[in-house]
């Protein structure tokens, strides 16, 4: 019990910091951009979302390296954009309500709580690093039951999550790697643009790019065709087969 206060008490911080303007697991330019970017950078997204709307080209999954940028593009969509009609917003906020259960009363009543739920009431989620365990778990399940239409994440919601969409939008084609700034390594490209397109629902997916003014750089043609045509990473299998597993499985096998 008390490991896991511990951890809402640092994911409550780590959304606080986000919140604040803090990039934490993102990258790039150390100066936000001004109002005029913002406002360039939120109009063209929201033209982006329309299109792909109208082009049945949802559910989308939208790429930004920045844990700030991910609720900005999203509270950008306020009053804009709502994806869900009135039965599959009773569905979401019921949801919603039991899983709330597992946190404290004073807990449900947090800002980022209040922020989050409303983005998915609407059919939107935001997926990073620095959110509540509680709020990626609702996110995701919401989203691979077909309820939420447009999530907004980072790369982490690339890795280890079978998560498929229709679509893929990248904000940025570069990111701070720790030590500078890059174009996106092929096999991570390949990572998040695999997300487009589902088995068995669609023939082919859509991988777009709707760069942002603040750290949207187009890379050169050089970097572009380096990282769509170059090799993926090496996969190895580190599964092992030993007395142990061949009995498991036998004992398995016997009481099933």
Request: glycine letters at 10%; hydrophobic letters at 35%.
């Amino acid at each position: 019990m008390k490991a896991d206060k511990a951890k809402e008490a640092g994911g409550k911080k780590a959304i606080a910091r986000a919140q604040k303007g803090g990039t934490g697991g993102g990258g790039g330019n150390s100066k936000g951009p001004n109002n005029s970017q913002k406002s360039k950078s939120s109009g063209a997204f929201i033209k982006t979302i329309k299109c792909i709307k109208d082009k049945e080209l949802l559910p989308c999954i939208v790429f930004a390296f920045s844990r700030a940028k991910t609720v900005e593009l999203a509270e950008s969509l306020e009053g804009n954009f709502d994806f869900t009609d009135v039965n599959t917003k009773s569905i979401i906020r019921r949801f919603i309500k039991q899983k709330l259960q597992r946190l404290e009363p004073n807990d449900r009543d947090l800002p980022q709580i209040k922020t989050m739920s409303n983005l998915l009431i609407r059919g939107v989620g935001v997926h990073h690093a620095g959110l509540l365990s509680l709020l990626k778990e609702l996110v995701e399940i919401l989203f691979s039951d077909g309820y939420l239409k447009l999530v907004i994440a980072t790369s982490t919601f690339a890795i280890g999550l079978n998560l498929p969409a229709r679509s893929v939008i990248f904000t940025q084609m570069k990111k701070f790697d720790g030590e500078k700034t890059t174009t996106i390594p092929t096999a991570e490209y390949l990572q998040m643009a695999g997300r487009a397109g589902r088995r068995g629902k669609d023939d082919e997916g859509f991988s777009m790019l709707c760069l942002d003014p603040e750290h949207g750089q187009l890379p050169s043609h050089d970097e572009f065709q380096d990282m769509l045509s170059g090799q993926g990473a090496a996969l190895e299998s580190q599964f092992k087969v030993d007395y142990r597993t061949c009995l498991n499985t036998l004992k398995d096998s016997e009481s099933g």
